[in-house]
């Protein structure tokens, strides 16, 4: 799997936008561009996933530039809710059977 | 909402007992995995199901067993308990989706202390 760079923290104030960054570049044409969250001493969370097309659900936007090397996570108005530790991940389809490896990832905090 | 649920958040056990480790989800999911996570390692793959009664190892099985007699409970069995097995495990499922993703959903995970 392609490896990914972000940054090691970043600060929000409370209802703004959150956009956290991920580098990609060695991603490879079959590769999905995955988001986690972690909040402390909690399961990992599946925030949202793409491909090439920009993506958006309930929880935030997934922005991915035209030549795949990186992307950007949109939370539209955080809240002290989202501090936690986001990891971006790039994942080949392989059937089902392939396991999820977080990095280091971005620890977010949301100041009031 | 996919939910996978895990018997317990926090389990405090002795070194050489048996250790039992459940995980259900109730989404019908075909693909089951149990991960252990440590500071500084990142998660670790320990073993994965497919099907019912099927399992492959993932990438530290040694000290594990695992149990799936049905498709919505995945059991991870720490056969005679260290206290380097002293972590958080995660358990997650996946389906694969008709655009061909394996979208991997986690537990609450339960973390382990072996004394």
């Known amino acids: 799997d392609a490896k990914t760079t972000q940054p090691t923290s970043m600060d929000c104030a409370e209802g703004r936008a959150a956009n956290l960054p991920c580098n990609h570049s060695?991603?490879?044409?079959?590769?999905?561009v995955y988001w986690y969250r972690q909040i402390h001493s909690q399961g990992p969370q599946y925030i949202i996933h793409g491909l090439k097309n920009n993506e958006t659900n309930e929880m935030a936007s997934l922005i991915i530039t035209e030549d795949r090397k990186s992307s950007t996570l949109i939370l539209p108005h955080a809240t002290l809710r989202d501090t936690a530790v986001y990891y971006c991940?790039?994942?080949?389809?392989?059937?089902?059977?392939?396991?999820?490896?977080f990095g280091t990832g971005t620890k977010l905090q949301v100041i009031p | 909402d996919v939910k996978v649920t895990q018997s317990s958040r926090y389990l405090v056990k002795r070194t050489g007992e048996k250790v039992f480790l459940e995980c259900v989800q109730d989404?019908?999911?075909?693909?089951m995995f149990w991960y252990r996570q440590d500071p500084g390692l990142g998660l670790r793959l320990i073993y994965f199901s497919y099907d019912v009664k099927m399992k492959e190892k993932g990438d530290i099985p040694e000290g594990y067993s695992v149990s799936r007699e049905k498709k919505e409970r995945f059991s991870l069995i720490l056969e005679s308990a260290s206290t380097n097995q002293t972590s958080m495990y995660l358990c997650a499922s996946s389906l694969i989706s008709g655009g061909g993703t394996d979208t991997q959903y986690f537990g609450p995970g339960t973390r382990l202390t072996v004394l």
């Open positions: 989404m019908d999911h075909e693909n």
């Open positions: 060695t991603i490879s044409g079959n590769e999905y």
């Open positions: 991940i790039v994942r080949v389809n392989s059937g089902g059977y392939q396991k999820v490896t």
